[in-house]
Nanobody
Framework: QVQLVESGGGRVQAGGSLRLSCAASGRTDSTYTMGWFRQAPGKEREIVATISRIGGNTYNADSVKGRFTISRDNAKNTVYLQMNSLKPEDTAVYYC????????????????WGQGTQVTVSS
């Protein structure tokens, strides 16, 4: 079992920045592909970004390319999502997720999920 805890969410004005963190605990002896997803009110959960086990490969959804950056520090069992140039449409609950797969960009490929952290961007 792996437990994931997100932090760093909050309220920010459009154009601002936030950095989300996801701390993993439990069976962290194995390295996992990690992902950030988000769910806005009334919408389905969607992929935001993913990063491979040692960080060599990353994926960003088209909607966040050039603005968001995913990174990881395996020594600290932590994954980050740096969010710049935030827009009101980025408002959502952001979830961290982990999978033992070597790669994954689909929600159903992820096994472990955090509780989520709210990000609100005001115009």
């Amino acid at each position: 079992q792996v437990q994931l805890v997100e932090s760093g969410g909050g309220r920010v004005q459009a154009g601002g920045s936030l950095r989300l963190s996801c701390a993993a605990s439990g069976r962290t002896d194995s390295t996992y592909t990690m992902g950030w997803f988000r769910q806005a009110p009334g919408k389905e959960r969607e992929i935001v970004a993913t990063i491979s086990r040692i960080g060599g490969n990353t994926y960003n959804a088209d909607s966040v390319k050039g603005r968001f950056t995913i990174s990881r520090d395996n020594a600290k069992n932590t994954v980050y999502l740096q969010m710049n140039s935030l827009k009101p449409e980025d408002t959502a609950v952001y979830y961290c997720a982990a999978t033992p797969r070597s790669w994954g960009t689909k929600e159903n490929e992820y096994v472990y999920w955090g509780q989520g952290t709210q990000v609100t961007v005001s115009s």
